[in-house]
């Protein structure tokens, strides 16, 4: 079993039937990726809008955007990595997915308003 596997908790075994309303580790750890990326991007976006009517502030909520973009994409692309199956399988696919989506917005995001973000000396 690799490191992964454990990690993300497959190494305890699934319930056997799997329905939609089941909550397993996998759906767990992209759920909350997916609201870490989503958070990401809300952060990102007030940052990025607080830009556009003053030059120079925003870029401590530009750096955690980043970050937690960062952290959103890595985790949820993690889990799509090691997930056995489709959708419905009680593996995480669809949080993992829509984490990754909402990592890169947040990414994107931030990274805009990091180049917008010129300091003034």
């Avoid at 997916?34 to 556009?52: M, N, P, S, Y």
Wanted: aromatic share 2%; no cysteine; hydrophobic share 55%.
């Amino acid at each position: 079993m690799s490191v992964t596997h454990a990690v993300l908790g497959a190494a305890t075994p699934m319930p056997a039937a799997v329905t939609a309303y089941t909550v397993t580790a996998a759906r767990v750890w992209a759920t909350a990726a997916a609201l870490l990326g989503l958070a990401g991007a809300i952060i990102g976006g007030r940052a990025l809008a607080r830009t556009r009517r003053r030059a120079g502030d925003g870029r401590r909520g530009a750096i955690v955007a980043l970050a937690t973009g960062l952290a959103a994409v890595v985790v949820g692309g993690l889990n799509l990595a090691v997930a056995d199956g489709g959708p419905g399988t009680g593996n995480g696919v669809v949080g993992g997915a829509a984490a990754v989506v909402a990592g890169l917005l947040a990414l994107t995001f931030g990274g805009l308003t990091l180049a917008r973000a010129v300091r003034v000396p």
